[in-house]
């Protein structure tokens, strides 16, 4: 679909280094309860239809906070739910060490949207997420080649509130689709940022 098999792991590397508080040896064993959905070039949510999110390259940090959210039951998603719940607090370091090692180079995904409309609608966004989507800030999630529909999903769900954040909540507020579908087209279209994790 769309290439994506292609354009899953070319051109992605590991970076040496990047490590957070876990073990990335540890993580890679624990990751294989994730690698079903996350390994897996283009495989899609079956309702309501998105990409699964690519997750390698993300920040340790923000998976940590993530995952913990899963598992609290105050970031809501069956699938993730049913994952993080048994997870220890190491199993979650130890994963989101293993999966920040990953980063994508010369990826571009297909969008549907318009990314050069979108970069001017995405300024408000460098603050948090940098200027390309590729933060230095743990905190924040890096966007730069995330899928575009899980992008356009996350802000459907930040402005109806179904997903909470004050500051995404109201920045959504404010945005129309066409908004939604350019901004998330600007931040998929990066040839430098997350991909798939597979080894």
């Known amino acids: 679909m769309w290439g994506l098999m292609a354009a899953g792991l070319a051109g992605a590397l590991i970076v040496p280094g990047v490590n957070a508080a876990g073990?990335?040896?540890a993580g890679k064993t624990k990751f294989y309860t994730c690698e079903g959905c996350h390994g897996v070039a283009g495989y899609t949510n079956a309702y309501p239809t998105y990409h699964v999110p690519r997750v390698g390259g993300q920040h340790a940090d923000?998976?940590?906070?993530?995952?913990?959210?899963?598992?609290?039951?105050?970031r809501k998603h069956g699938s993730m739910l049913g994952n993080a719940a048994n997870m220890s607090d190491r199993d979650i370091e130890d994963i989101a060490a293993y999966i920040s090692r990953f980063r994508a180079i010369n990826v571009k995904l297909p969008v549907t949207g318009n990314p050069a409309v979108g970069q001017g609608k995405a300024e408000?966004?460098?603050?948090?997420h940098g200027e390309?989507?590729?933060?230095?800030?743990?905190?924040?999630?890096r966007l730069a080649g995330q899928h575009e529909s899980y992008l356009i999903k996350s802000l459907?769900?930040?402005?109806?509130?179904?997903?909470?954040?004050?500051?995404?909540?109201?920045?959504?507020?404010?945005?129309?689709?066409e908004d939604m579908k350019?901004?998330?087209a600007y931040y998929a279209s990066?040839?430098?940022?997350?991909?798939?994790?597979?080894?």
Do not use: W
Not at 156 to 177: F, T
Not at 190 to 199: A, P
């Open 23 to 25: 073990d990335p040896e």
């Open 62 to 74: 923000y998976v940590v906070s993530a995952l913990k959210a899963y598992r609290s039951g105050q």
């Open 124 to 128: 408000s966004c460098g603050g948090c």
């Open 132 to 141: 390309d989507g590729n933060t230095t800030d743990p905190n924040f999630p």
């Open 156 to 177: 459907h769900d930040y402005k109806s509130g179904a997903r909470k954040n004050p500051i995404m909540n109201g920045i959504a507020e404010g945005l129309s689709e």
């Open 182 to 184: 350019d901004i998330s």
């Open 190 to 199: 990066q040839k430098k940022g997350l991909t798939i994790v597979e080894d």
